[in-house]
Each structure stands twice: as C-alpha cells, then as structure tokens.
T-cell receptor, first 113, second 108 residues
Framework: DAGVTQSPTHLIKTRGQQVTLRCSPK?????VSWYQQALGQGPQFIFQ???????QRGNFPDRFSGHQFPNYSSELNVNALLLGDSALYLC????????????FGAGSRLTVL | AQRVTQPEKLLSVFKGAPVELKCNYS??????LFWYVQYSRQRLQLLLR??SRESIKGFTADLNKGETSFHLKKPFAQEEDSAMYYC??????????FGSGTKLNVKP
C-alpha cells in the first residue's frame, strides 16, 4: 500500500493563476481532508470530503474549492492565486467509520510568484 | 474558539535527559487530543492519542482537563527522537486543529 499519494510534489505559479492539486487516499479510506501548512506553522484545516461532498470547511475563502471522485480520490483547486497562498498543501485520509486518525501524504509545495 | 498552543518552537536536550513538550488547548466541548510527529524527510504521522493511553517509543501524554493541557513526556531522550512534534485536537469528524509545532533536538 503506497499510503496517501499527492501530485505534483512541487509547483510554481504566478499571482492570479489557478492551480489543481491531486490526492489519492490510503487504500480502504473514504474521507479526504486538505490542510495548508505555511512555513513555520502547523497544518491548518481547509476542508474535508466524504461521499463526494464537502462535509466540513475551515476558515478559507471561496477561492479554495475541492472535489472528491467516486474512487475517493480528491482535488484541491485554488483560483486567483495570491502570494500568501504559497505553502505546503497536505492531503490526509481517514475512515469515516474508523478511529479518528489521519494518514498524511507527503504534500504539494506551492510557490506563488 | 478552538486553539492549540505550543509555547516552545525549539527544545534542545542532551541524550538521556528527560523531555517535556508543552501543549495547551482551548475547545468548547470534549475534544480528542493527539501528538503527531514528523521525522526528517518523512511524512507527518501519528505518535499517540489520549484515548488509547498508550506509551509509544517511550513517550506518554496525560490529558489534564482542568489545566487544558496535553504535555508530551519521555524520561530519557534518544537521538532518534529528534523531530518536529505537533499537538492537535479534533472533534468527532476528523477535523483537526494543530499547534505550530516544537522542534526537538536531542544532542549526543
């Protein structure tokens, strides 16, 4: 089991552009959460997807949107990129009926110039 | 509002010395408390959770609801314990709030 896989690992965008990040959850997991980790900070919750719907959302603007597919994989989309969106974006998967434990991916590092 | 505070950004100890990484939280309700760890060039991973009451790699953490704390302790630090440690709390729906982390450096 490869665990949680994320792509791309690194990317560079310019202000105003749009970006899509992808995540495949750990085998057997049905819930995907996205976190933003700025330099020197802990992960901050963006939103969570379960049964292809956004179930919970953190304090992020509507520029941040997501999607979950029938195979439980997920995408994070960010529109109109700002310099402050530069961060490590972490995907974490879990099992809705299981223990309240997250399994993290390695992250996608986004740099906005 | 939910908040997790880790007051120390960096903690340096010598091998064999006791370690205590501090964590305080605020939450309206009964949260679950966790410690996650990130070793160099590895992913963030679960170290321990308060409801399991386990000792993992010699680390323990006791939930003190009166002081709203969940400090991580180990009586004798090892060099391989050097890592970034994050305290986190969660509601019952896998939504986690993380602290800003403490870097533990265990010197030989």
């Amino acid at each position: 089991d490869a665990g949680v896989t994320q792509s791309p690992t690194h990317l560079i965008k310019t202000r105003g552009q749009q970006v899509t990040l992808r995540c495949s959850p750990k085998s057997g997991h049905d819930t995907v959460s996205w976190y933003q980790q700025a330099l020197g900070q802990g992960p901050q919750f963006i939103f969570q997807y379960y049964e292809e719907e956004e179930r919970q959302r953190g304090n992020f603007p509507d520029r941040f949107s997501g999607h979950q597919f029938p195979n439980y994989s997920s995408e994070l989309n960010v529109n109109a990129l700002l310099l402050g969106d530069s961060a490590l974006y972490l995907c974490a998967s879990s099992l809705s009926s299981g223990a309240n434990v997250l399994t993290f991916g390695a992250g996608s590092r986004l740099t906005v110039l | 509002a939910q908040r997790v505070t880790q007051p120390e950004k960096l903690l340096s100890v010598f091998k064999g010395a006791p370690v205590e990484l501090k964590c305080n939280y605020s939450y309206s309700g009964s949260p679950e408390l966790f410690w996650y760890v990130q070793y160099s060039r590895q992913r963030l991973q679960l170290l321990l959770r308060h409801i399991s009451r386990e000792s993992i790699k010699g680390f323990t953490a006791d939930l003190n609801k009166g002081e709203t704390s969940f400090h991580l302790k180990k009586p004798f630090a090892q060099e391989e314990d050097s890592a970034m440690y994050y305290c986190a709390l969660s509601n019952n729906f896998n939504k986690f709030y993380f602290g800003s982390g403490t870097k533990l450096n265990v010197k030989p």
